[in-house]
Every structure is written in structure tokens, then in C-alpha cells.
């Protein structure tokens, strides 16, 4: 009887201090820090203020015009079908991407060549970009062009009304 006693008051001494522990931690206040404001996700971003030629880090090789020599228009032409540009553009109406009549008016040189080497980049951050994506709902690719191809590239659009 004793023996039982005893072992009853051990387990209550045991058991006390856990007790107390366990009501500690469900009073601890959680945030240490008082709150820190939740991360923005990525379609929250905000635009960046960025210009007419796209964000400036995004290298692309300066070019101050588009050649319009019959060669580089015939290479721009190769160029133009053998990076599959076909699937997705034509001049004259919207495929999966915008008609290209007229993109070298309505954007600058270096945005174009953003645009072709780094379009993930753009949709994500150019204001401009992530409008067309918002209309298209296709993300353009990035289709391997070189920036040696471009100035031909570009030549060919711009022939063909682009
Ligand atoms: C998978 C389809 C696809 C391919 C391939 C593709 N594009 Fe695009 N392109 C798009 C879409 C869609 C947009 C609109 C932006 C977006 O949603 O990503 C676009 C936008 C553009 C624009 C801007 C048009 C405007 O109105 O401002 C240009 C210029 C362009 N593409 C050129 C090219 C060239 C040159 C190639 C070939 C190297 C190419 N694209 C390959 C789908 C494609």
C-alpha cells in the first residue's frame, strides 16, 4: 500500500513540470520579429518601370538600324524559318503570337531583340510583354537565335511589312 503511494506521488512530481512546460509554450507569443510582410508571388510582381526598349540588364547587341540589303534580308529569311518562327507569326494576322506587321514601328529596335533572346525574361517584367501574353496566353520561346542573326533577322521582318 505504501509502495503504491509512493509510486502515485513520484508520478505526480514527474509529471508536474511537464505540465508547466507545455502551458509555456502554448502561451510563447509566435512571431519573434513582430510580422514580416508576406512575400509577393510572381504574378503579383510589380511592373518594373522599364521604357520603350525593355529592362536594360537583358544584353542584347546595339544595333542602331535594320539592314535592308538584299542580303541580309534573304539570310533573315532562312533564319526566320529555320528558328520556327513560322509556327507561331506571320505578317498579315495573328497565329499563336501577334501578327507582325508593323512590330517595327510600334517597338524599338532593342526591344525586338529583347524580346527574341530573352522572352521569358520579358513577359515576366516588360509591361508591354506581359500584355501580349495576357491577350495570347502562349509564352514565346527563345528559339536559339544568335546575336549574329539578328541584324538579318530583323532585316527580313522589316521587309515583309514587320
Ligand atoms: C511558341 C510560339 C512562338 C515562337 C516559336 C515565336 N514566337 Fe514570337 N511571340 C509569341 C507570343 C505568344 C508572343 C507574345 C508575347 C508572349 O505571350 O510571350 C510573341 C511576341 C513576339 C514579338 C513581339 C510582337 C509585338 O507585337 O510586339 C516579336 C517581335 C516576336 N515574337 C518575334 C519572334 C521571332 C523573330 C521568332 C523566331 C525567332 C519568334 N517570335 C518565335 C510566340 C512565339
Known amino acids: 500500500?505504501?509502495?503504491?503511494?509512493?509510486?502515485a506521488l513520484a508520478l505526480l512530481a514527474?509529471?508536474?513540470?511537464?505540465?508547466?512546460?507545455?502551458k509555456?509554450?502554448?502561451?510563447?507569443?509566435?512571431?519573434?520579429?513582430g510580422g514580416t510582410p508576406a512575400k509577393p508571388s510572381?504574378?503579383?510582381?510589380?511592373?518594373?518601370?522599364?521604357?520603350?526598349?525593355?529592362p536594360a540588364d537583358l544584353a542584347v547587341p546595339a544595333l542602331a538600324a535594320i539592314p535592308t540589303d538584299p542580303a541580309s534580308i534573304e539570310a533573315g529569311k532562312a533564319v526566320f524559318e529555320t528558328?520556327?518562327?513560322?509556327?507561331?507569326?506571320?505578317f498579315g494576322s495573328k497565329l499563336v503570337g501577334p501578327d507582325l506587321t508593323g512590330v517595327t514601328q510600334r517597338r524599338t529596335i532593342l526591344w525586338i531583340e529583347?524580346?527574341?533572346?530573352?522572352?521569358?525574361?520579358?513577359?515576366?517584367?516588360?509591361?508591354v510583354?506581359?500584355?501580349?501574353f495576357k491577350t495570347h496566353l502562349t509564352e514565346m520561346t527563345y528559339?536559339?537565335?544568335t546575336e549574329e542573326e539578328l541584324p538579318e533577322l530583323l532585316a527580313y521582318i522589316k521587309s515583309q511589312g514587320g
Open 1 to 7: 500500500m505504501r509502495a503504491v503511494v509512493l509510486f
Open 14 to 22: 514527474a509529471g508536474c513540470p511537464e505540465r508547466e512546460e507545455e
Open 24 to 33: 509555456e509554450e502554448k502561451e510563447a507569443p509566435s512571431p519573434p520579429t
Open 42 to 54: 510572381p504574378t503579383m510582381a510589380p511592373t518594373e518601370d522599364v521604357g520603350p526598349d525593355g
Open 83 to 90: 528558328r520556327g518562327c513560322g509556327a507561331c507569326h506571320q
Open 114 to 127: 529583347r524580346m527574341i533572346l530573352h522572352p521569358s525574361e520579358m513577359v515576366r517584367r516588360d509591361p
Open 129 to 132: 510583354a506581359k500584355d501580349l
Open 143 to 145: 528559339q536559339g537565335v
